[in-house]
Structures are given as structure tokens and as C-alpha cells.
């Protein structure tokens, strides 16, 4: 099975808005109303940022939104901060099993 | 709030058997939630290997199936998980989650463990 896309790299200055796509094969194969996105700092447990496309978990800054369209989801960092440095994954169920994406790393420039 | 914590052998021969366990606290393994295994191999990203419920439901990722075992073990509150015929790209840091019910994400996750494959 074929693993989302995303861009290896985004980069943006403090204050600053940066978007992160997550695109895969078409709908019927990967159900993108179900996708989550993960922020996960190097040695440390990857964190739930956002669920069902665009739902926050309890704690998670509103900095941090979710949208889709079609077969590309997309997560935006409004308001960029130092802390945001890091790499960020979306996911997916796609019938029997989950994909992850590519993996995107966030540097605050 | 629950915890996980990935225990287990951090080195397996080539074409050995990795086994790691994944404790449970804070909640119960036979609540509503699917308890998963996630891998990340050095410089790559995450992969979903499967998951299980504690009925001993599993779902295993299709490229993965043949060699995994996901199996839950009640009386200790902890599941486990086993790759057999290992190869150096098995090689990653693995990671336990939990999801809860039919959520479709991971909420919490342990720290991960890392298992080299190497003789």
C-alpha cells in the first residue's frame, strides 16, 4: 500500500502561518474524513495535534488547524513558534489498516 | 490518563524473532480502546504495523501480515508483539499507541524502544 504524500521539508519565521498537504490515492481508497496529524520531536513520544480532519484534542493550541479537499488533507501552524520545530505526519485508516504519510519536518527559521 | 511503556529485546539476530511488550497503566486493557503498534526506522518515518482488541481482534498492516503476531495478555494488563524472520530493516525505534473505541487515531503513545537487528 502506498504511503501519503507529503513535502519533505516546510520552513517559516516566527509569527508566521505554514501548511503542511498530506495527499494520497483516491477516496475510496483512503477515507480522509478519518485523518489525524501527529507532531513528533526526535527521542520523544509522537503527539495527537489534530483528529478527524480538523478536530482538536484537549490541550492542543488552536494555532494548530486541519482542513481537506478531495484526496489532500492539510494542517496549518498559525503564529509559528520556536516549539513548533518539528516533524509533523498525518495518518489515515484505509479499511483494514492505517497509513502514515511521508513525514514533514518543521524548522522555525 | 493512560501510560504505555515498551519493554523488550533491543537486539535480534538476522533472521531471528523480535518480541516486545507494551504495559498498560492507568486504564484497563479490556476497555473500549484497539491497542496498536507503530515503527519508525532511523531517518524514516512512522509505520503502522497493526493492532489488536482485547477480544484478540487483530488488524495487521497487509505488507506486514505475514510475519507479525499481536496478542494480548489480560491478566498482566500489557499486549505484545512479535516479527519473525528479521532482516536490518527491521531495525527501528517501535512504538506502542492506543486509540480509543472507533476513534481511527492514536491518542496516547509510549516512548518508544529501539530494536536493532544486527548479528
Known amino acids: 500500500q502506498s504511503a501519503l504524500t507529503q513535502p519533505a521539508s516546510v520552513s517559516g519565521s516566527p509569527g508566521q502561518s505554514i501548511t503542511i498537504s498530506c495527499t494520497g490515492p483516491?477516496?475510496?481508497?483512503?477515507?480522509?474524513?478519518?485523518v489525524s496529524w501527529y507532531q513528533h520531536h526526535p527521542g520523544k513520544a509522537p503527539k495527537l495535534m489534530i483528529f478527524?480532519?480538523?478536530k482538536r484534542p484537549s490541550g492542543v493550541s488552536a494555532r494548530f488547524s486541519g482542513s481537506k479537499s478531495g484526496n489532500t488533507a492539510s494542517l496549518t501552524i498559525s503564529g509559528l513558534q520556536a516549539e513548533d520545530e518539528a516533524d509533523y505526519y498525518c495518518?489515515?485508516?484505509?479499511?483494514?489498516?492505517?497509513?502514515f504519510g511521508t513525514g514533514t519536518k518543521v524548522t522555525v527559521l | 490518563q493512560v501510560q504505555l511503556l515498551e519493554s523488550g529485546t533491543g537486539l535480534v539476530k538476522p533472521s531471528g524473532t523480535l518480541s516486545l511488550t507494551c504495559a498498560v497503566s492507568?486504564?484497563?486493557?479490556?476497555?473500549?480502546?484497539?491497542w496498536s503498534w507503530v515503527r519508525q526506522p532511523p531517518g524514516k518515518g512512522l509505520e503502522w504495523i497493526g493492532q489488536?482488541?482485547?477480544?484478540?481482534?487483530?488488524n495487521y498492516n497487509p505488507s506486514l501480515e505475514s510475519r507479525v503476531t499481536i496478542s494480548v495478555d489480560k491478566s498482566k494488563n500489557q499486549f505484545s508483539l512479535k516479527l519473525s524472520s528479521v532482516t536490518a530493516a527491521d531495525t527501528a525505534v517501535y512504538y506502542c499507541?492506543?486509540?480509543?473505541?472507533?476513534?481511527?487515531?492514536?491518542?496516547?503513545w509510549g516512548q518508544g524502544t529501539l530494536v536493532t537487528v544486527s548479528s
Open positions: 499507541a492506543s486509540q480509543y473505541s472507533n476513534s481511527y487515531y492514536f491518542d496516547y
Open positions: 492507568g486504564g484497563s486493557i479490556s476497555s473500549t480502546n484497539w
Open positions: 489488536i482488541y482485547h477480544n484478540g481482534n487483530t
Open positions: 483516491r477516496s475510496d481508497v483512503v477515507n480522509y474524513d478519518l
Open positions: 478527524a480532519v480538523n
Open positions: 495518518c489515515s485508516y484505509a479499511g483494514s489498516y492505517y497509513v
